[in-house]
């Protein structure tokens, strides 16, 4: 009994952590605006900076940079403390830089003793009226900007997203939790053809539709996620969105099947060719087809899923057992409602 119960177990505290540290570890500083994204060299600039989850005036020293990777960076000359999360910022820009481009694209730091630091990546833009090289290496020196301030336990931040990048421990896990259903209802069809076990074609039955519940919690809370960041629940130019409506109307599509014949040995052989190509159809629809073209989800456009612009360590620490949780939370609602069906039958039988 033991040996059966310990993975269902397992899922408890793993979700218990998933929804603790995902939604109590607070988020890094960031940096949400700057009222001046441009300039030119030779030029000296004042500019106000709004950052996010920032206390600047509890800190002994508030510094700003911007920063071409590490080949370049120039510090601010004065940062003025407005409030906890408005800073103004006074560069002054070299007469030359050491390239031979006509811009190029800095980031800015802010860094803080009691926050931490934050980053807005490759926004600000610096642009060169007279292009020497040489003597920009001459002029242009690298400023003294010291270690970046350590900023604890955190999760990043991301500047569309904000606080919903928890999100991603419940809206990716359920579609990864809908994956392994499915494949496990795959599994089960293809036993099913080759044994003509009929406890087979029920395995495949109750782990499809609880993989279709997930896959529609996938749904909801990814609208939830798209109305937050995107401005709206759903926008039929995100190609992702689309092609995963369509594969879960395959999924719908299976039951439609399965209740269309009475002949039970018949319904189980269609529904498990049926649900081979189901699974097929949805890795091209899903996994896919949204990679070949341009998508505003990660992991499309030909770019992979979860890089470090996505993901970071902290992150991982709670997405990856979000998976597990989540899966395994999925086969246990599945064993549920198998023997729930059991018991139905078995009910029918004796009446």
Not at 15 to 36: A, D, H, K, N
Not at 116 to 141: C, E, H, M, R
Not at 308 to 337: C, H, K, Q
Request: proline share 3%; charged share 20%; hydrophobic share 45%.
């Amino acid at each position: 009994m033991e040996k059966k119960l310990w993975w269902k177990l397992l899922c408890v505290p793993i979700l218990i952590y998933v929804i603790v540290v995902g939604l109590s570890t607070p988020l890094s500083p960031g940096i949400t605006s700057m009222s001046q994204y441009t300039a030119v060299t030779g030029q000296t600039f004042t500019a106000r900076v709004t950052t996010y989850n920032t206390f600047h005036t509890k800190a002994k020293e508030v510094k700003a940079r911007l920063r071409k990777d590490t080949s370049l960076t120039i510090a601010a000359q004065n940062v003025k403390v407005l409030d906890d999360n408005n800073i103004e910022v006074t560069f002054s820009i070299p007469a030359f830089m050491p390239s031979s481009k006509e811009q190029e694209r800095f980031s800015l730091d802010v860094d803080n003793d009691f926050d931490g630091y934050g980053t807005l990546p490759g926004k600000f833009i610096i642009k060169q009226n007279n292009i020497d090289s040489l003597k920009g290496a001459q002029v242009w020196q690298n400023t003294n900007f010291g270690d970046l301030s350590e900023r604890g336990t955190n999760f990043p931040f991301r500047g569309l997203l904000f606080e919903t990048i928890r999100n991603t421990f419940f809206h990716v896990p359920l579609w990864f939790g809908m994956l392994f259903l499915f494949i496990g209802a795959t599994w089960n069809s293809f036993m099913y053809l080759r044994t003509q076990d009929q406890d087979r074609d029920r395995r495949a039955e109750v782990m499809t539709m609880v993989g279709l519940v997930f896959g529609l919690l996938g749904i909801v809370t990814g609208m939830i996620w798209a109305k937050s960041t995107w401005g709206t629940y759903w926008t039929w130019n995100e190609i992702k969105l689309n092609m995963t409506a369509i594969a879960l109307l395959i999924y719908f599509a299976y039951f439609v099947l399965r209740n269309a014949f009475d002949d039970l040995e018949k319904r189980a052989r269609i529904a498990a060719v049926y649900n081979m190509f189901a699974f097929v159809a949805a890795l091209i629809l899903i996994n896919v087809i949204p990679r070949m073209t341009d998508s505003l989800h990660p992991g499309s456009g030909g770019n992979p899923a979860f890089g470090s612009e996505d993901m970071d360590n902290t992150l991982r620490m709670v997405f990856y057992p979000a998976i597990i949780g989540w899966t395994l939370l999925g086969f246990w609602i599945a064993t549920i409602y198998y023997r729930t069906l059991n018991i139905e039958e078995k009910y029918l039988e004796q009446e």
